[in-house]
């Protein structure tokens, strides 16, 4: 076994599951009265680690996801991006807000979570082709884009972000902010490993920087292509283009 396979193995086995523990473990203790009542600082306490042990696990997703699809492997299906963006937002939220995700899981639909959207400030439409008609690629690695995009939007934004679904041959995924922009001097270097933008604005605004390596990473090796549209004050919209798979 290669360095490489032992640290994949090492990321699967030995941090998983003890993850995937202190995540259930807060989030029983949240739950169940059968504990006893819980004070206001212990419970913000348990949120804090429910949140933060949540957040380990995406990180560990995510670079899961970006070295299998390295080496091409992909898991191949059709899916609806209706539930697609729905999943993706829901993921989203039990991060930054575990209520909103708890409403948003118990809506049936994209359009039935509308409203639910709308208080947020997010606003999401999917048109054309996709619809309506299955997309036909990895489902877990296109919500992975779409996770970290939105991630992205709702942190940098200042009141909205906003969701389009489109495409007849191509998927194209648009997902903008309204926020203070990204200048053309960070547009360069904002896919490295490891980068956050420096805006005062954002000092707020905490993560490791992963993010939108993983979703270039990503969408090169599925064969897409990811562009910017952005500037100081105006905003940003981060556009994706993936082309389907081909059934085997």
Known sequence: MGHKDYLYDLLVHDLTGPLSVVATTAR????????????????????RIERNAKKAQVILREILDVSRSEEH???????????LVKDALVSVMETMDAGVAERLEKLESLE???????????SVKVTGKYAGSPFFHDRRKVQ?????????????????MGVSISGETD???????????????????????????KRDELR???GLGLGLFCVKALVETMGGEIAVTSGEG???????????????
């Open 28 to 47: 029983s203790l949240l739950r169940r009265e059968a504990y006893g009542s819980l004070t206001e600082q212990q419970k913000r306490s348990l949120e």
């Open 73 to 83: 492997l992909f898991q191949k299906s059709e899916f609806y991006l209706q539930g």
């Open 112 to 122: 039935a979570a509308r409203g639910v959207f709308e208080e947020q400030g997010i």
């Open 144 to 160: 992975l884009i779409l996770e970290n995009l939105m991630s992205n939007a709702l942190k940098y934004r200042r009141k909205r």
């Open 171 to 197: 998927l194209v995924i648009l997902v903008s902010d309204d926020g203070c922009g990204i200048p053309e001097n960070e547009q360069e270097v904002m896919y490295k490993r490891f980068m956050q933008l």
């Open 204 to 206: 707020q605004a905490q």
């Open 234 to 248: 105006c905003g940003t919209t981060f556009t994706v283009h993936i082309s389907p798979l081909q059934p085997s």
